[in-house]
């Protein structure tokens, strides 16, 4: 080989090399181009979810699949239930993961992991359905609430009287009431029926649609509103089941 093919052979090798590290930066600047904006679109404004089970029926089934908002709104931030971003019957999505031991570093893994896995898999629990449940909010901070009959009654904070669940909520919806005996103990928290208690500054009480062994408030306690993340807006599947929520 003579000095000339040698120096062309070297020109052309140094191209090559510069063409595929200009491929190779590029393709890690689209990545990172769309997590991010794939986060700030799960964080601010959309997410899809499957339901995963039959818990709020009848309205929803396992498999449903239905798009969430997740505005952050100022009503967020203070914590007054007249600006919250969900009302009384809204469908909401709650993380009750330990958001404690949740640092910066585990947060942006755990953020990689979720955007290769469709929101599926989280390094915070084995399955992301663990950690977060779907669920109706009844009553709002300040208000007091209590069942008779599986049905919820709700004296809104600042209000002189009770009124049922579903005189407070916007949409119509259709819980699955249980048929328990009639002897059943009434202070367990799925006999039907729940002594009042009045929510704190910074508390909703969230229930399932079906109201017979499904942990929800009744079990937890009132949860925090900052654990309340997204809201539903629209089922889409099945498509002969699509609807506004």
Known sequence: MDKNSYDKRRKYS??????????FVKFILIFLALYILYNCLVTFFISVWVLDNDNMQNGLAAGDR???TSFTLPGKITGKSDSLPYKRGSIVLIDMGDTKERNVPL???DGIVRFFTAQRISIFS????????????????????YMENYVFRVKPAGGSFSLTEFELSEKPYHPMIPQTPALWNESIPFSGS???IILGPDECFVVADDRSNTNDSRTWGPVSSSLIT???????????KISLL
């Open 14 to 23: 140094f191209k090559e090399q510069k063409k595929h590290r200009h491929r």
């Open 230 to 240: 997204a809201t539903a807006i629209l089922r889409f599947w099945p498509i002969v």
């Open 107 to 109: 947060k942006i893994v």
């Open 194 to 196: 729940m002594d009042p």
């Open 66 to 68: 239905i798009i969430f």
């Open 126 to 145: 084995n399955s992301i359905v663990e950690q977060y449940y779907i669920k109706r909010v009844i009553a709002l901070p300040g208000d007091e609430v």
